[in-house]
């Protein structure tokens, strides 16, 4: 079972509210992952850390942006929500390695009215 | 540029019988191709994994088989039971500098068992 949680898992918000999804590790993992993905649909990084106070964008632009302060928190900002930003976030974390193990939190589900 | 694709979005397969769930790629310089399970309102769970110079390998109840001259990944579930009734991702992986993996999604397979 993995040690990564996300929350909220579910969050609805008027346009231009500003909003922070938290995930957390337990596992002491160095490098972090955010996800997009709308439903039935592939997944998309949208941003990773390779530890504290890294962060990349990763291969779908997003508006949103990250932290690394500490090892096992990484939060996703965005500073004002619109409906376009409505999806699931989804939050991983590795180990290391090569093999592409990733274990991954419940998500968020964010609706923007 | 890379891709990961499935051929079939929905599978129905009788429980007891096995499943077999398909995936083309196109990047032949991936490191590993990893097979996710996501239940419904879950994140994505690790199955298995295969590192790219093999053809073969075998979990608990799952087998995953890569043809590299075809590019062509698939998974195989032994005596599908009805918790095996999820979205199946294949992916991709890839080191990048400072070991980053990146590691790249297709489209899902749903897998429906039918009682």
């Known amino acids: 079972e993995a040690d990564i949680y996300q929350t909220p898992r579910y969050l609805v918000i008027g346009t231009g509210k500003k909003i922070t999804l938290e995930c957390s590790q337990t596992?002491?993992?160095?490098?972090m992952y955010w996800y997009q993905q709308d439903p039935g649909m592939e997944l998309h990084l949208i941003h990773y850390?390779?530890?504290?106070?890294?962060?990349e964008k990763g291969d779908l632009s997003s508006e949103s942006t990250v932290s690394r302060i500490r090892t096992e928190h990484f939060p996703l900002t965005l500073e004002s929500a619109r409906p376009s930003h409505t999806s699931q976030y989804l939050c991983?974390?590795?180990?290391?390695?090569?093999?592409?193990?990733?274990?991954f939190g419940e998500g968020s589900r964010l609706t923007v009215l | 540029g890379e891709s990961v694709g499935l051929h079939l979005p929905t599978l129905s397969v009788q429980e007891g019988d096995n499943s077999i769930i398909n995936c083309a790629y196109s990047?032949?310089?991936?490191?590993?191709f990893i097979w996710y399970k996501q239940e419904s309102g879950k994140g994505p769970q690790f199955i298995i994994d295969?590192?790219?110079?093999?053809d073969k390998r075998q979990g608990q109840r799952v087998t995953v088989l890569l043809n590299k001259t075809v590019k062509h990944l698939s998974l195989q579930i032994a005596a599908t039971q009805p918790g095996d009734s999820a979205v199946y991702f294949c992916?991709?992986?890839?080191?990048?500098?400072?070991?980053?993996?990146?590691?790249?999604f297709g489209t899902g397979t749903k897998l429906q068992v039918i009682p």
């Open positions: 991983a974390s590795t180990r290391g390695g090569d093999t592409g193990e990733l274990f």
């Open positions: 992916a991709e992986n890839r080191a990048q500098a400072g070991g980053y993996q990146k590691v790249t």
């Open positions: 295969i590192r790219s110079n093999m």
């Open positions: 850390s390779y530890g504290v106070n890294s962060t």
């Open positions: 596992m002491g993992h160095d490098k």
């Open positions: 990047n032949s310089a991936s490191d590993y």
